[in-house]
């Protein structure tokens, strides 16, 4: 995407190749920032070898799907972000709703002069981020410390808007939760699924802006050397305070999802108790007079009420007078 040599804050070469980005930043005394967006493992091996990384932070970026989290490798720190953005249409313009939150990956080596971003995602735009640096010389200047700093705003960043559709979302399933939709348990099973994948992805980074406010993880010279700056310490405190902001968020509208999960079951069990009241105040009103004709249907001989000529009427209005009354008795009681 973009390859860049800067020298005191800004650029000062556009290397047409690694090896020549790399010779670059060792004669000018530079920060080099490699930038790749879906790269091959080849390319990912040919940067690698170029600045020397560490082969198990090689194979990470190579297979996708990483934890969000940071290591550090002797004087270089790799890092794995996962932005999240909204995706309400698929490739052909149809509203997905299974997957409305995509997260990606961002891989990142900082080293003492250099910078290397992989990208697996639509967010966030490494190259506004870069243009944004570059208007801001003086942050610039601090190094490779102030690249890691923005580049976790940014990814913090991407968390906002699906927050704010994730809140709408669960607002919509309450509405429609006492309006009887059919639809409602299947809208709360998704939204939880989408807000256990946004529990995933924030909780870890707030892990990783504690630890790169630790001063004994990260010792001495370094990538992050420029954290010492009262400006980029300032920035990562704000960042870990969205960071905690979103995971705590998250949280709630787990808790919010739970419970509207069980009230749904628990009004689901009383429509059915309702139902099957209803059912069973039936199935007694309609056995009385079943009982009396099928006593009544007997074929026997020697029946006292057989030869009755009052029989039958009498019959009758049993089996009606009967399941009168019980209508009125369940009627009374609020089963019908």
Known sequence: MDNAV????????????IEETYETTRSRGGVAWVDLAWPTPEEIRQVAEQFSLHHLAVEDAINVHQRPKVERYDDVLFVVLHPARNVDEDADGHIDHIDRVEFGDVHAWMGPDFVVTIRRSAVPDLAAMRDRLE??????????????????????????????????????????LFSRDPEVSLQIYEATREVIGLQRATHPHVDILRTLQDDDVLPGPGPVQGLGHVELRHHLRNVLDHAVKYAETSDTFRSLLTNTLDVHSTLVTQEQNEQMKQISAWAAIIFAPTLIGTVYGMNFDHMPELHWVLGYPLALTAMVGLGAVLYRLFKRVGWL
């Open 6 to 17: 800067y020298v005191d804050g800004r650029r000062a070469a556009n290397p047409a190749g």
């Open 135 to 176: 208007s801001r010389p003086n942050l610039l200047r601090q190094g490779t410390a102030a690249i890691l700093a923005t580049l976790l705003d940014q990814v913090i960043d991407t968390y906002r808007p699906v927050v704010t559709r994730l809140r709408t979302d669960i607002e919509q399933v309450e509405d429609r």
